[in-house]
């Protein structure tokens, strides 16, 4: 990917935010309640009418709608994304302190995720038609059958409540909290990638130049090795992108059964409390980490796949 198509991704990227950012707007804005009385319900506030519209004035809230828009847009881009009446602290404050813990919870997935699925792909692959394949690809299925929510509990009851090993309530802090978490979410991931490791190297096996190198008497380690599996990583590298951008904003059932401090965690309890603020600024950071790791992996593809560097 040359200069020139890495600006045209990025004004693709601002296009699709101006309108990920008015939809989430006009989402919010159209929503039932009143921010204005929200705020004094949540603080046990009795608000008059009077209250009301002396807060909604405060907040912007009586201005047409197209302003209200633009007047929240320019505060974004001054990194003002407004206020959680929820928690009274700045939108953006929370955001950020929430990121680093929900980052972790995705990277530790995606690497037990990584660990297991190339291996037993590969493995699956290799012994096609044979039983170790056919246990594999029951397993899987399995993993991809069993929900998120179900997996989180039953780990809960048996390495915390039973066994006593793990904390049932799971901290940003220390890594043992950390373990079960991450174990919930590459489960699923796993048996997913697994199986597709296992398409894309027999597609591979049965190619042209793999014939022609058996044919030459090249061993079968070599060719698996430096030529199956690296032809093989240029779909899964956008597959990665795509789950590590759908953890980010997509980990919230088991933050909440773990009562991890993540984001997902921190917009469900948002959303509960009509937090509009925090809402949209939420959909805000997650649509642009979002794309930024799309653009990470397109990028990727000119190290991955040297057939991408000769196309420019």
Known sequence: MNKNQIVSRLLQMLIV????????????????????RNIYTHAGV??????????RVKLGL????????????LGCLRGNFGDSFMLNKPVAELLMDRLWPTLKLTLAATVLMLLFSVPLG??????HNKPIDYIVRAVTFFGVSIPNYWLGLMLILIFCVKMGLLPVVSSAGDFESLILPAVTLAVAMTAK????VRTAVLEELHSDYVIGARARGVS???ILWRNVLPNSLLPLIT???LSVGSLLGGTSVVEIIFSYPGLGNLAVAAIMSADYFL???YVLWVSVIYMLINLIVDISYNYVDPRMRLRR
């Open 17 to 36: 935010l101006i309108g990920i950012s008015f939809i989430t707007f006009l989402l919010t804005y159209l929503s039932p309640g009143d921010p204005a």
């Open 46 to 55: 009795m608000p008059t009418s009077e209250m009301i519209e002396e807060m």
């Open 62 to 73: 009586n201005k047409p709608f197209f302003t209200q828009y633009v007047d929240w847009v």
């Open 122 to 127: 590969v493995l699956s692959a290799v012994n």
């Open 193 to 196: 990638y697994t199986r597709q």
């Open 220 to 222: 079968e380690n070599q």
């Open 239 to 241: 597959m990665l992108g």
């Open 279 to 281: 809402v949209q600024g």
